[in-house]
C-alpha cells in the first residue's frame, strides 16, 4: 500500500484534545507515536521518552504499532507515581479494544480518557507545575 | 424507439444509478478518513503526536522507564 497519513484532520484533532485534556485532569504530559518500527516496541518508547530530555519524567508515552498489533505505554519516572502499572494496563485494555474492532483514533482518545482518569492527583506544593 | 431514446434507457439511465449508488456507498468512508484494518499491513507513515521531532527522536538516547505495560490485540 502507498505512504499516507494514518489518521483524518477530525482524528488527529480529537486525539490532540484528549491529549490536552488528560494534561489539564492529571498533570502529566502524554504524547501518542503510532508507527511500525523494526525492532523491540519497548526500545523505541524507550528512545521516544528519551528525546523528551527533561519532560520525559512527568511524560506518559503511548506506543502503537498497528501493524504488529502491539502497544506499549511507558510511563516516566515522576509520572509512574501517580499512574502504576496496574493503571496503564486499563489505558491499554480499553485501547486495545477498540483497535481490534479497527478503530485507531477511538480506542486512542478511550485509552487517554482511562489514564488521566487514573493519574489524577491533588496539585502539590513545589512537585508540581503550574501551567 | 428513436435510438436518443434507447442509449438514455439502456445506458445513461445504468450509468447514472450506478454513480449514484457508488456516491451512497462511498461518502461515509470519504468522510470519516482512513480506516485501519486489523491483520492488513500497515501504510501510514509514523507520527508522534503530542511528541517532538521523530528526526530529533532518532538520534536520542534512551531513557529507562518508570513502568508501563505491553499489550496485544
Known amino acids: ?17 484528549a491529549i490536552e485534556h488528560a494534561h489539564a485532569e492529571s498533570g502529566l504530559d502524554y504524547s501518542v507515536f503510532v508507527g511500525a518500527p523494526d525492532g523491540e516496541l519497548r526500545e ?12 520525559a519524567e512527568r ?24 499512574l502504576d502499572d496496574r493503571a496503564t494496563a486499563l489505558g491499554a ?7 481490534a474492532a479497527g478503530d485507531l483514533a477511538g480506542g486512542i482518545v478511550a485509552g487517554l480518557h482511562t489514564l488521566s482518569e487514573h493519574a489524577r492527583h491533588p496539585r502539590t506544593l513545589h512537585t508540581d507545575r503550574t501551567e | 424507439m428513436p435510438t ?3 442509449l438514455g434507457w439502456f445506458v445513461l439511465l445504468p450509468l447514472t444509478l450506478y454513480a449514484v449508488i457508488a456516491l451512497l456507498v462511498y461518502t461515509p468512508s470519504w468522510v470519516r478518513g482512513p480506516k485501519y484494518r486489523p491483520g492488513l499491513s500497515w501504510w501510514a507513515e ?11 527522536a532518532a538520534a536520542a538516547e534512551s531513557v529507562r522507564e518508570g513502568g508501563g505495560c505491553s499489550a496485544r490485540w
Do not use: C, K, N
Not at chain 1, 1 to 10: Q, Y
Not at chain 1, 44 to 55: I, M, S, V, Y
Not at chain 1, 93 to 99: A, D, I, K, L, V
Open chain 1, 1 to 17: 500500500m502507498p505512504a499516507g497519513d494514518a489518521f483524518s484532520a477530525g482524528q488527529l484533532d480529537a486525539i490532540e484534545r
Open chain 1, 59 to 82: 511524560s506518559v508515552i503511548v506506543v502503537v504499532d498497528p501493524a504488529h498489533r502491539r502497544l506499549e505505554i511507558l510511563t516516566g519516572a515522576t509520572a509512574a507515581r501517580y
Open chain 2, 4 to 6: 436518443v431514446e434507447i
Open chain 2, 46 to 56: 509514523p507520527i508522534w503526536i503530542g511528541g517532538t521531532d521523530l528526526e530529533v
Open chain 1, 93 to 99: 485494555m480499553s485501547m486495545t479494544s477498540s483497535f
Open chain 1, 44 to 55: 523505541q518508547g524507550r528512545q521516544l521518552l528519551g528525546a523528551l530530555g527533561a519532560d
